[in-house]
């Protein structure tokens, strides 16, 4: 299938590995060009290089909880590329802990990254996107059923759905798509982490793995190619949904 990403123009937050990166790679791979932002330069600028360089892929070091970000994002692209035809909004997994644990100021943190730095991405984004753009963000199966251990992203993910469902249809006329995405346990650094976190990552690995009708942990290309889907031009009649990509894990139909 030709998903009709050649010479489009995506930023992606929180891109210089794990989720992001995935999805960037399989962007680039079908023709896309890409801006990229996460928080370590050195990160970003080993990202881009690995992704074609310049002619592909250019990067700024930046933090979403930043309000200057989206802006300078959607600059970038537009300076550098000519055009933005969607984005990729992904943040780091906010601090482990049960609800009732994690303190004040962590909530705040992860409000002001999580939550507001992604609302207000999707908001600077979406002013700038012709007929066709789409954003995706990366969100959690948190958003349909808590995970335990995780009480922040229990807390907020929900609400970040609410949000991509209302602006799907606030952009809707204008031809502008917004998708949640639901990563369940995919074996990025973020997961190892969890799983070392227990004590004894192959047991814990284990144990998530049984609960997954794939029997297995997912790759992050594998999530990379869904995102690269819903954001080009063949997902065209997808907005307003939450999508799971996570082996089936979750039971709600």
Not at 9 to 17: H, M, P, Q
Not at 97 to 117: I, K, N, P, Y
Not at 212 to 224: K, N, T, V, Y
Request: charged residues 20%; glycine residues 14%; proline residues 6%.
């Amino acid at each position: 299938m030709d998903l009709g990403l050649t010479d489009r123009v995506y930023v992606l937050t929180g891109a210089s590995r794990g989720l992001g990166y995935a999805t960037a790679q399989c962007l680039v791979a079908d023709g896309a060009r890409v801006v990229l932002s996460a928080r370590r330069a050195d990160e970003v600028a080993a990202a881009t290089a690995a992704l074609g360089g310049p002619d592909r892929a250019v990067g700024i070091a930046a933090d979403l909880a930043d309000p200057a970000t989206p802006g300078r994002l959607v600059e970038t692209a537009q300076q550098h590329f000519g055009r933005l035809d969607g984005a990729l909004v992904s943040v780091g997994g906010p601090t482990p802990g049960s609800a009732a644990s994690v303190d004040d100021e962590q909530w705040r943190h992860a409000f002001e990254t999580v939550f507001l730095g992604s609302v207000r991405m999707v908001r600077t984004v979406a002013a700038a996107l012709p007929d066709g753009g789409a954003i995706a963000l990366v969100l959690s199966t948190s958003a349909r059923a808590p995970v335990p251990g995780l009480g922040i992203s229990n807390g907020l993910r929900p609400g970040l759905a609410g949000v991509a469902k209302d602006v799907a249809d606030e952009y809707g006329p204008r031809g502008v798509r917004v998708v949640g995405l639901l990563p369940g346990r995919i074996l990025t650094d973020r997961n190892r982490e969890l799983f070392a976190a227990s004590g004894d990552p192959e047991q814990a690995q284990a144990e998530a793995e049984a609960g997954i009708p794939l029997r297995r942990i997912g790759e992050p290309a594998e999530f990379g190619r869904v995102a690269a889907f819903v954001l080009s031009p063949a997902a065209s009649y997808l907005t307003g949904i939450t999508l799971p990509v996570d082996g089936g894990a979750l039971r709600g139909l």
